[in-house]
């Protein structure tokens, strides 16, 4: 028996349903019935961000989301804002470098969250920037920035875009597009969305719309005016991911039925039951704001990250997340965003205890 359970953050495990849909015939994507699943998932996918505006699927993974972000919003030179507070943070920076955007660095220590006056400040020092750039869970620390918070405080300071990586936090966390004034928003299909990976999502406000007029970066495939055009008739400028895209319709409809707030509360319970039960294991997390979709877990000393992992992976068929960055071999990363339910959760916590008893920890 191979059977292993994800408990990583990202990718996540796809429920039978959504399985099923992909393994249906391809459909004509320029096709009555295709449109029709299209126009479901478009409608839906607002449902999920929480907005009345268009959100755009692209085919690619979250990081080429972001891309598009950065080559749709800005002129060469424009200066934006961005966090950093990890390795995605870190990419955060340096992708819109490379692109040709000048950055001004927030940086943290890994585990730490913006703040309020980390934010005020830097909008003081760079009062010309066109963006700020939050990173809504930090995955490499687990680490949950206060996006309401800091979306209130970059409108009262500044008329910059305000863009956030949701990718491990959409369908976990509670977020708000349009209430919470958030501009630019992506996501990505293997997370919260319970579905395999190769989807972005963009949700795009219609300040972030008049900017795509306005931009200069060199772009095509990720031209998000070709994408909008497209949306507003359920279609799409080049070949969707047709069988992700069906997959991602029944996950949808599975959200739906649950309800989004549903959905919040049970990602915020099991969260908490992973952090008291690190706890009780005797184990340190990471995080001083921890997030209710990935959990940070120190590996106690003595412990080596490849003999845990195996003894987790191949003796209890538990697949957890290594640590990246500074903490490579230091930690471990257990996902809980996505399709987790309570035993889950009960399995993993009595597998990681006989791991560490193996692994010769007195509990
Ligand atoms: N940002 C965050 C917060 C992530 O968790 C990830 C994936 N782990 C990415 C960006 C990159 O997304 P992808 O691997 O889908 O390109």
Same mark, same amino acid.
């Given at each position: ?137 930090? *995955?490499?620390? %687990?680490? /949950? ?9 970059? @409108?009262?300071? $500044?008329? !910059? =875009? ?32 319970? *579905?395999?990976? %190769?989807? /972005? ?9 008049? @900017?795509?007029? $306005?931009? !200069? =970066? ?146």
């Amino acid at each position: 028996m191979n059977q292993h359970r994800l408990y990583t953050p990202g990718p996540t495990p796809v429920p039978d349903r959504v399985l099923k849909k992909m393994s249906e015939q391809i459909l004509y994507h320029r096709g009555q019935e295709f449109r029709e699943i299209f126009a479901r998932v478009n409608e839906n996918l607002k449902y999920l961000f929480r907005t009345g505006q268009p959100v755009l699927t692209l085919a690619c993974s979250g990081t080429g989301g972001m891309e598009a972000t950065f080559v749709n919003l800005f002129l060469p030179g424009d200066k934006i804002i961005s966090v950093n507070g990890g390795k995605f943070g870190e990419r955060w920076v340096a992708m819109p470098r490379t692109l040709g955007l000048n950055v001004a660095e927030i940086k943290l220590k890994w585990g730490e969250a913006p703040s309020k006056e980390q934010i005020v400040s830097a909008l003081k020092e760079n009062p010309e920037v066109k963006a700020v750039y939050l990173t809504h869970c930090e *995955t490499s620390t %687990g680490t /949950a920035t206060d996006v309401k918070r800091l979306a209130k405080v970059i @409108r009262e300071n $500044s008329d !910059a =875009l305000i863009c956030v990586d949701g990718i491990s936090a959409v369908g976990g966390i509670e977020f708000h597009f349009d209430e919470w004034g958030v501009d630019a928003c992506v996501t990505a299909s293997q997370k919260g969305l319970m *579905t395999p990976p %190769g989807l /972005a999502f963009i949700a795009l406000s219609s300040r972030a719309i008049e @900017r795509l007029q $306005s931009s !200069a =970066l060199p772009r095509y495939y990720f031209d998000l005016t070709k994408a909008l055009t497209a949306f507003m008739k359920n279609d799409s400028p080049w070949t969707p991911a047709i069988s992700l895209v069906t997959a991602l319709d029944e996950a949808l409809i599975m959200i739906r039925e649950e309800g989004i707030e549903n959905v919040w509360e049970r990602h915020s319970r099991l969260a908490g039951a992973v952090r008291s039960g690190i706890k009780d294991l005797g184990l340190k997390i990471l995080s001083d704001h921890p997030s209710d979709t990935v959990t940070a877990v120190l590996l106690p000393s003595g412990i080596e990250w490849a003999r845990f992992s195996d003894i987790l992976t191949n003796k209890y068929r538990c697949v957890v997340g290594k640590g990246q960055g500074e903490y490579i071999g230091k930690l471990f990363r257990i996902g809980h965003i996505g399709y987790y339910h309570d035993a889950g959760i009960k399995t993993l916590m009595s597998c990681l205890e006989k791991t560490l008893i193996e692994c010769g920890i007195r509990l």
